[in-house]
């Protein structure tokens, strides 16, 4: 088989790949709540393309929200990260596009996700490593949703990025109100009480997710909780 790349792909296109895999344990939904997010990350904000996988000045996009990944495994094979010969294979025995992203088997998974709740930790760390590197201009976002949060081990992240002035590191928030416990004032409310920078916005709206993702935070990490439609089931 001949294996190709598509790199001339635009968002009209997304939906007929995320066509393309078919099978059980989908999570249509949570892909795709996800999917205007993703996209103007990679198609305007993230600095990272196909030939700078390894390139130390990259930035890091970590998807702790990996179940229902259809959506991210369609952005990444318009963008050329991957093959969309790959697509129709999602989720079968032989295929690299698991139920949840694998780092070693998907170009430019940056983690593997399982268990939720972990990916915003883990970009702290990042940044932390970033740091303690000297290397500025990298960029670390990490996309969770808003059920991840009930977790404690982000309540900790949280408290931690703020007052350590992570400032290259940014955190989205799909909120489809599926959280358990609720927070008083809202989720931003709970990222600015620990020094974060705070935007709530449109989830499907790219221009307003594009002015929420660029906007300056200076000394401070910088949080976009998007709100998208309710979880229903």
């Known amino acids: 088989m001949t294996i190709t790349t598509e790199h001339d ?3 009209r296109d997304l939906p007929r ?3 393309l895999m078919t099978g059980d344990e989908k999570h249509g939904p949570a892909a795709t709540s996800t999917l205007d997010a993703l996209w103007v990350l990679y198609d305007r904000v993230l600095r990272v393309t196909p030939g700078r ?3 130390p000045g990259r930035d890091r996009f970590l998807l702790s929200k990996g179940h229902g990944p259809m959506a991210y495994y369609a952005v990444l094979a318009a963008k050329g990260f991957l093959p969309v010969e790959w697509l129709p294979g999602f989720g079968s025995y032989d295929s690299p596009l698991g139920h949840h992203p694998d780092r070693v088997l998907v170009p430019g998974a940056e983690i593997g996700s399982g268990s939720l709740g972990h990916g915003l930790p883990i970009a702290v760390g990042t940044a932390l490593g970033l740091r303690a590197q000297g290397l500025d201009e990298p960029r670390v976002w ?3 949703g808003d059920a991840e949060l009930d977790e404690g081990s982000n309540h900790e992240a949280i408290a931690y990025a703020g007052p350590a002035g992570l400032d290259r590191l940014h955190t989205v928030v799909i909120d489809n109100s599926s959280a358990s ?3 008083p ?3 931003a409310a709970r990222f600015e009480a620990a020094g ?3 935007l709530t916005v449109d989830g499907h709206d790219h221009e307003t997710l ?3 993702f660029t906007a300056s935070h200076p000394g401070r990490p910088h949080v976009v909780v998007a709100r998208v439609e309710p979880k229903t089931a």
């Open 9 to 11: 792909q635009g968002h």
């Open 17 to 19: 790949l995320m066509g």
């Open 53 to 55: 996988l390894d390139d």
């Open 142 to 144: 990490v996309l969770t």
């Open 181 to 183: 416990h609720a927070r």
């Open 185 to 187: 004032g809202g989720i």
């Open 196 to 198: 974060w920078s705070a």
């Open 210 to 212: 594009y002015a929420a």
